[in-house]
């Protein structure tokens, strides 16, 4: 091979794990607690603090929440399968997770169950939810309704 394609060859063998370093799938691992001065909440929110913890359990992300001193737990897979993450009496929140890039994105949708009624409801935009974890892993950012809101958890 000619000394003229060698540094080419040598500089793309070198950015390749370097580019999937960046794209990889990070972890979210941690107690964390929200900031509400960082964040950008809703006018009607009544939030007053929350805190998660996040575990990762045989590649799937467990979120258990408490907010203003109630509990709750979501788990998501991300590898774009639609599942259940919720049932409730009323129907299904229908989740699917996947990373693009380094953010966890989650989209959702409500299916409304109607006693004694069959329906097929189509063409509902999903609720789409990105995760991001700053560089230093100091930040986890949490980009809802289409960065209408924006909260912000500090590790803890």
Request: proline content about 6%; charged content about 25%.
């Amino acid at each position: 091979m000619p000394k003229k394609m060698l540094l080419p060859v040598f500089l793309f063998v070198l950015a390749v794990p370097l580019a999937a370093q960046d794209s990889a799938p990070r972890d979210f691992s941690g107690s964390w607690a929200l900031s509400i001065p960082k964040s950008t909440l809703a006018k009607d929110s009544t939030i007053k603090s929350e805190t998660i913890v996040i575990d990762n359990k045989k590649g799937a992300i467990v979120f258990h929440y408490k907010t203003d001193g109630k509990k709750s737990t979501e788990t998501y897979t991300p590898d774009g399968q639609n599942r259940v993450v919720r049932d409730m009496s009323s129907g299904q929140l229908i989740s699917k997770a996947y990373w693009q890039e380094s953010a966890l994105v989650i989209e959702s949708v409500l299916q409304i169950k109607i006693p004694n009624v069959t329906v097929s409801v189509s063409g509902l935009k999903p609720v789409v939810d990105k995760w991001i974890l700053s560089p230093d892993g100091r930040t986890l950012s949490h980009d809802a309704n289409d960065g209408k809101e924006v909260y912000v958890y500090d590790k803890q």
